[in-house]
């Protein structure tokens, strides 16, 4: 782990460390991870490479990726094979071994301004890029498959505290919903080749997830905030900050992953959030002007008059229950203050702070 900061070390070794997790059962395994170039792909990679080499697990690391660039970082971080493509093509999966023991499926479209710009790029990568996957697992004897959905798919709701069994209204007509509506396809599709074809699938609905390693040119207003902090600029907010968010720090979710692939119940979903953060976008926005920031800097609420165009997915007001994840050992460690912290002390550490 030499190329990371002290920050990502520490957040490794945590995982590693957590004896709530069976690692003996990745021994000799083949390991795949699509998304392996995004966030929480990359985390779990890393992850699985630290403590393959800590335990002697020998475990063969598949990544699939589209960043050629983040692809190539990786590889000289870890001994892993890559392929690099999109996920839509199942020409790629050919360097793909007949046997894998465990998938994580974490290839997805992200970005908001794709979500409303290019709906139709953001459905095919979804649901044609599963598709495919299953495809190859149907002639697989795959151990355990986990798709990382999102809390986005319980879209609207009155309700104040969300479990894995409700669920909420979303516009099919709004362009934005292409990212949520595709993870409720995909979680059937889960349901329906778990049913037909016997694949042991288990899924997570993730709450925002951020923390060390976090690209810096994250757009995601926790990272906008970050940076606002880090230049000792005021914390400019585009709506009124009412929506409340859910959040989960990134070691905390690679945990809560592998707890999950390893513990889970086939054909079931868990939320990965950690509930004591979970606040609305003017509260976080105060906790680090006050808190992280000692009050150097204030929040300034600037709506624009096109705020109907903008990208921002529709306001929410739930929390995100865990329960069912911590009945499995799970927990999280990180509360959103440390999350702000440890992030911003791995951009400094990283060189990240230059430029802002």
Known sequence: MT????????????????????????????????????????????????????????????????????????????????????????????????????????????????????????????????????????????????????????????????????????????????YPESKRTCEMMCAAYAKQYGLPVKIARLAQTFGAGTPKEDTRVFAQFARSAIANNDIKLHTEGKSRGNYCYIADTVRGLLTVLLKGKNGEAYNLANPDASVTIREMAELIANDICSGNIKVVVNVPEDIGICCYAPDTGYVLNADKLKALGWYPKYGLAEMYKRLMADWEKSGIYNGF
């Open 3 to 178: 190329n990371m900061t002290e920050i990502l070390r520490s957040d490794i070794f945590d995982i590693i460390t957590d004896n709530n997790i069976p690692w003996d059962e990745f021994k000799d395994s083949v390991v795949l991870v699509t998304g392996a170039t995004g966030l929480v792909g990359s985390a779990i990679v890393r992850t699985l490479a630290e403590i393959s080499k800590t335990l002697e697990l020998n475990i063969r690391i598949m990544g699939h990726g589209r960043n050629k660039k983040r692809a190539e970082a990786i590889t000289q971080e870890h001994d892993i094979d890559f392929i690099c493509g999109d996920i839509r093509c199942p020409s790629h999966f050919a360097a793909i071994p007949d046997r894998l023991d465990f998938v994580f499926h974490c290839a997805s479209v992200t970005k908001s301004y794709k979500m409303t710009q290019s709906p139709v790029d953001v459905l095919s990568t979804a649901i044609e890029g599963t598709k495919n996957i299953f495809e190859l697992l149907k002639e697989n004897s795959c151990k355990s498959f986990i798709y990382l959905s999102s809390m986005e798919v319980y879209g609207q709701t009155e309700l104040k505290e969300i479990v894995e069994t409700d669920l909420g209204y979303l516009d099919l007509f709004d362009p934005r919903s292409s």
